[in-house]
């Protein structure tokens, strides 16, 4: 995992709860480090370590924590691609570029990065279906991407985004539909 997406968790964990809980969590997830270098690539377990930890010690589901996780991501991202986003896109069209615009820059500039791959189908003028492929199965981030991504647009009350399988495979198939 990219070290700016565990540094991104970090300012995650402080915004809801504060510093201690994030020194808390590393110390209980057995990491050697509260700090993580911004663009080194760290083994998945660390994510999944701190995901893990901080279901236990809050009593939220894992699935949830991502689903937030990725709600909170949205800003940040949008920011770093700002350049590969066209005027006018709104929540559909951000996701239909996802995977060609952001994840192929992700790909070229930070070499060892392995984002998901996405394969988006317009099924109709209001209506998404992605297939999320990931090793890591962290679907309920992207569903939490996909909301923050609506919600960024404002579009959030306009927005439906629903998983139609698992969110803890390696394929999730998620519905997004603009009512």
């Given amino acids: 995992m990219h070290g700016s997406i565990?540094?991104?968790l970090k300012r995650f964990v402080q915004t809801?709860?504060?510093h201690s809980?994030?020194?808390k969590l590393v110390e209980l997830s057995g990491l050697p480090s509260a700090d993580f270098d911004m663009m080194t690539v760290y083994p998945d377990e660390h994510i999944f370590a701190l995901v893990g930890q901080a279901a236990i010690m809050t009593g939220i589901p894992a699935v949830q924590l991502q689903e937030k996780f990725g709600e909170f991501l949205v800003p940040d991202l949008m920011l770093v691609y700002k350049r590969y986003v066209q005027p006018g896109w709104g929540t559909l069209?951000?996701?239909e570029n996802t995977e060609e615009a952001m994840h192929g820059a992700?790909?070229?500039d930070a070499p060892g990065t392995r984002p998901p791959i996405l394969h988006v189908t317009r099924l109709s003028e209001k209506e998404l279906?992605?297939?999320y492929e990931s090793e890591r199965r962290m679907g309920a981030l992207a569903v939490g991407i996909i909301r923050g991504l609506a919600a960024?647009?404002?579009e959030a009350d306009d927005i439906e985004v629903t998983p139609l399988t698992s969110e803890n495979e390696e394929r999730v198939v998620i519905r997004v539909r603009q009512r």
């Fill in 106 to 108: 992700v790909r070229r």
């Fill in 21 to 23: 809980t994030w020194l």
């Fill in 6 to 8: 565990i540094n991104l």
């Fill in 129 to 131: 279906r992605v297939e």
């Fill in 152 to 154: 960024y647009f404002d």
């Fill in 93 to 95: 069209e951000m996701i």
């Fill in 16 to 18: 809801q709860y504060d």
